[in-house]
């Protein structure tokens, strides 16, 4: 079994439960993701959802479209076509020749950073595997100076050292644990 498909089944899982949870009374808060309110935040994630299941099946760039609340059906479609073996070999001409398999890392940062962004916005625990902590933080130490290029991630936050991996994880990503609404 792909690790990395593994970990996608979980932070789509947790992800899908934690939008789910969030009242209509909560989708104008604001997010550390600082574009974007929570309803924003959550159309972000359908879009990537539809743009990773489209990119791993050798599909075109998908452009963004406005929230329709549909992220758990989104997200399971996406895992269907990550499901299939051909999905992680070669790469994708819609986002500029990226390797399948970064883009399956780049999927599994966007739902584990987003699923936290949302999850501080609205008060609620956002709990990581320390595998998929692991695998993000190597992901993000390889890949953060040409997503910041990119506008993928915000400037790197200070982290100490010795702090949680997955607070390293957002540091590099562009994130402040520590945030607060």
Same mark, same amino acid.
């Given at each position: 079994?792909?690790? @990395?498909? @593994?970990?996608?089944?979980?932070?789509?899982?947790?992800?899908?439960?934690?939008?789910?949870?969030?009242?209509?009374?909560?989708?104008?808060?604001? @997010?550390?993701?600082?574009?974007?309110?929570?309803?924003?935040?959550?159309?972000?994630?359908?879009?990537? $959802?539809?743009?990773?299941?489209?990119? $791993?099946?050798?599909?075109?760039? @998908? &452009? !963004?479209?406005?929230?329709?609340?549909?992220?758990?059906?989104?997200?399971?479609?996406?895992?269907?076509?990550?499901?299939? !073996?051909?999905?992680?070999?070669?790469?994708? #001409?819609?986002?500029?020749?990226? &390797?399948?398999?970064?883009?399956?890392?780049?999927?599994?940062?966007?739902?584990?950073?987003?699923?936290?962004?949302?999850?501080?916005?609205?008060?609620?625990?956002?709990?990581?595997?320390? &595998?998929?902590? #692991?695998?993000?933080?190597?992901?993000?130490?390889?890949?953060? $100076?040409?997503?910041?290029?990119?506008? $993928?991630?915000?400037?790197?936050?200070?982290? !100490?050292?010795?702090? !949680?991996?997955?607070?390293?994880?957002?540091?590099?990503?562009?994130?402040? &644990?520590?945030?607060?609404?």
């Amino acid at each position: 079994m792909n690790e @990395t498909l @593994t970990m996608l089944r979980g932070a789509a899982d947790r992800t899908s439960a934690l939008v789910e949870s969030i009242g209509d009374d909560q989708l104008g808060l604001h @997010t550390p993701c600082t574009e974007y309110d929570v309803k924003g935040l959550i159309n972000h994630l359908e879009w990537g $959802a539809t743009l990773f299941e489209s990119i $791993a099946d050798d599909g075109e760039f @998908t &452009p !963004p479209k406005e929230y329709t609340g549909d992220f758990r059906e989104r997200v399971e479609r996406m895992l269907a076509v990550w499901e299939r !073996p051909e999905s992680w070999e070669g790469v994708s #001409q819609a986002l500029g020749g990226l &390797p399948k398999v970064v883009l399956a890392n780049m999927a599994l940062t966007d739902l584990v950073g987003h699923g936290w962004d949302l999850a501080r916005a609205t008060g609620k625990d956002y709990e990581v595997e320390e &595998p998929t902590v #692991q695998a993000l933080l190597a992901f993000a130490a390889q890949t953060a $100076a040409r997503g910041r290029e990119k506008g $993928a991630f915000g400037e790197e936050v200070a982290v !100490p050292e010795d702090a !949680p991996a997955l607070d390293r994880f957002l540091g590099l990503i562009g994130r402040d &644990p520590a945030w607060k609404p």
